[in-house]
């Protein structure tokens, strides 16, 4: 579960701020995708790193499963992020030497301790995502053998490496066509269900929209009421 209270984010702009986020209120039920929308420069990026504890808002509590981030230090703020949020960033960010089962294995090394998986069990649970998301006959492959509807699945995969309770996603479709992109969504809504991860998703493509259990839309760092996105 996570629940964003009053976010409010500035960035320095010459002499005075700019604000990116303006008081915003928002939450996420396991097992629900809620998708945000809104015009480029509007904040949703912004909305989400604040989400995933990579950015410090200016006032307003990030709550994860219960949990105030906002009142960690950096480090229990690290392992937070590596136990309970899985990140899907626009660009997968790929090793290019490291094959689909290591791209996920390394997740588990990089996981906080006390969540480790031994090497034979996280290269199991690498297998079965990857069979999940569709690949297991990829599973041996390096990326630049694979195409960017693939590397794609392998990155949201790789973000559930951890069994995360928080997922974040950041225009999963902006660089794939129609279809690759709408089977991009298929597949976090299912994965969302069966992990029963609370699922944000950033994204322009408002044909996607209405297959999600919320929306929001972001303008001018505000929300505003989601209707407006059908018109
Ligand atoms: N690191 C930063 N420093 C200063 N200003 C920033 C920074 N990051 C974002 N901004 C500003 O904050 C505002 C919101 O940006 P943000 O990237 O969150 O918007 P967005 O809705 O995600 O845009 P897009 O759809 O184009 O990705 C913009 O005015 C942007 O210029």
Known sequence: MIRL?????????????????DHVALTA??????????????????????????IHPD????????IDATQLDPTEATSLRREKIGIVFQQPNLIPSLTATEQLALMNELGGSHSRRNRRTATARAEALL???GLADSKDKRPHQLSGGQRQRINIARALMNDPSVLLVDEPTSALDQARGASIIDLILRLTDELNTSTLLVTH????????????RIVDGRLVPAVADAA
């Open 59 to 66: 006032s307003g509590r990030v709550l994860i499963d219960d």
């Open 131 to 133: 069979e999940s998301v």
């Open 29 to 54: 039920r396991p097992g629900t995708v809620t998708g945000i929308t809104g015009p480029s420069g509007s904040g949703k990026s912004s909305l989400l790193a604040v989400a995933a504890t990579l």
């Open 5 to 21: 209270d009053d976010i409010t984010l500035t960035f320095p702009d010459g002499d005075s701020r700019l604000t990116a986020v």
């Open 205 to 216: 493509d408002l044909v996607h929209l209405p297959r999600m259990h919320a929306v929001v």
